[in-house]
């Protein structure tokens, strides 16, 4: 059984910062690509960021939509089956339902997502 949870969203003030969490179960999590997408009522799921394995033995890379580079930073903790969202100098643009994702086997999998609100 593969499972995501979110946690770690909240209200938070313009400028402000917030930590996202996602609690991997049910597959070979350090092996495996995580994401992280937003979705805001009414808008597209976008995805926001990304880390995957890396080539040689540099491990894990990232990537980040132009919307969030130098504000959000994804990190993973694979002992403890975790991935971070880092969000710093918060918009209230920012303000979406946050979402982990990974594929496993050509199947998308999601958390049920945890809800961000900056307020101006």
């Known amino acids: 059984q593969v499972q995501l949870v979110e946690s770690g969203g909240g209200v938070v003030q313009a400028g402000g910062s917030l930590r996202l969490s996602c609690a991997a179960s049910g597959f070979i999590f350090s092996s495996n690509n995580i994401n992280w997408y937003r979705q805001a009522p009414g808008k597209q799921r976008d995805v926001v960021a990304s880390?995957?394995?890396?080539?040689?033995?540099?491990?894990?890379?990232?990537a980040y939509a132009d919307s969030v580079k130098g504000r959000f930073t994804i990190s993973r903790a694979n002992a403890k089956n975790m991935v971070y969202l880092q969000m710093n100098s918060l918009k209230p643009e920012d303000t979406a339902v946050y979402y982990c994702?990974?594929?496993?086997?050509?199947?998308?999998?999601w958390g049920k997502g945890t809800l961000v609100t900056v307020s101006s």
């Open positions: 880390i995957t394995f890396g080539d040689s033995t540099a491990g894990d890379s990232t």
């Open positions: 994702n990974t594929r496993l086997r050509g199947m998308d999998y």
